[in-house]
Nanobody
Framework: QLQLVESGGGLVQPGGSLRLSCAASGFTLDYYAIGWFRQAPGKEREGVSC????????YYTDSVQGRFTISRNNAENTVDLQMNSLKPEDTAVYYC???????????????????????WGQGTQVTVSS
């Protein structure tokens, strides 16, 4: 079965850190561009960070630039999102998605959800609160 599974969410105090992991089963993540997205209650889903296939270019939305880092771990077949200096406004369900790299879209376009993702995970809750 082809699927993505996110892990690493939880409750953290403001200023704290979490590391999310997006694991694939049934396919190799290195062949896909990968995006991390989030959706807070009552808000639209937004792209947080995306990375091109293999060790491609990265993109971060302005609100997380300098605080979040996306990276690939090919040995584990995962794409991770290191989140530092977390703020209450980072509270959301975080999803990862895999995009087939057609060569037409930039990683920013993927984070803007212009192309459709091939696969989505089920999400992991991140809550930043004191």
């Amino acid at each position: 079965q082809l699927q993505l599974v996110e892990s690493g969410g939880g409750l953290v105090q403001p200023g704290g850190s979490l590391r999310l992991s997006c694991a694939a089963s049934g396919f190799t993540l290195d062949y896909y561009a990968i995006g991390w997205f989030r959706q807070a209650p009552g808000k639209e889903r937004e792209g947080v960070s995306c990375i091109g296939k293999s060790y491609g270019t990265t993109y971060y939305t302005d609100s997380v630039q300098g605080r979040f880092t996306i990276s690939r771990n090919n040995a584990e077949n995962t794409v991770d999102l290191q989140m530092n200096s977390l703020k209450p406004e980072d509270t959301a369900v975080y999803y990862c998605a895999a995009f087939w790299p057609s060569g037409v879209y930039t990683v920013k376009a993927m984070c803007d959800q212009v192309p459709s993702a091939e696969y989505w995970g089920q999400g992991t809750q991140v809550t930043v609160s004191s």
